[in-house]
């Protein structure tokens, strides 16, 4: 198809505007902190592939994400992706003790908007705002995890893989404007 890049996480399969700004990480499938390195993200690559391969448009990506979480048992509001910061804060603290829930959502999230980006070679405004989202639930993740775990040896890694996600969303060339 003119304009998707599938067949998995390798430069080759991914958009040329992906691959120059993408690290090397973003190809690992062993890199729990990466995109596509975890279950999460590896599945919703997969699956996000498959949907535009099948006619999936770049509007229709939010319901998507929020059609795949609820199909895995994570149905959080469809509100959270347009939220503001403070309030995916909250969401994400009123999981409580569920850390697994709010880091599947964060990760199916980002796999989707870094997804977007890899397959497309752009990324839509809602998109790019449910990346921001996912960032924020891992931010809140990662600070809560340092506080009640102040020597996890993977924080580090954590945090470089969130600042990844950040800089690789922050230059992703905004979808052009429909006709």
């Not at 509100?79 to 409580?96: E, P, Q, T, V």
């Amino acid at each position: 198809m003119h304009g998707v890049y599938v067949g998995g996480r390798t430069r080759e399969n991914s958009h040329p505007a992906f691959v120059a700004v993408a690290p090397e990480s973003f190809y690992d499938g062993a890199d729990e902190f990466a995109p596509f390195g975890n279950d999460n993200g590896s599945d919703i690559l997969g699956a996000l592939e498959e949907w535009h391969t099948t006619g999936g448009q770049d509007d229709g990506v939010p319901q998507f994400l929020i059609d795949t979480l609820a199909g895995y048992g994570y149905p959080p509001s469809a509100h959270l992706w347009s939220a503001d910061s403070d309030a995916a804060r909250a969401w994400a603290c009123a999981a409580g003790a569920d850390d697994h829930f709010v880091q599947s959502t964060a990760q199916t999230a980002v796999g989707v908007a870094v997804g977007q980006f890899k397959i497309r070679g752009h990324v839509t405004s809602a998109v790019r705002r449910i990346g921001w989202q996912a960032v924020t639930l891992q931010r809140a993740i990662l600070e809560d995890a340092s506080t009640r775990y102040p020597h996890w040896e993977h924080a580090d890694a954590e945090a470089e893989g969130i600042s990844d996600v950040v800089r690789v969303l922050s230059v992703a060339p905004s979808a052009p404007a429909r006709a």
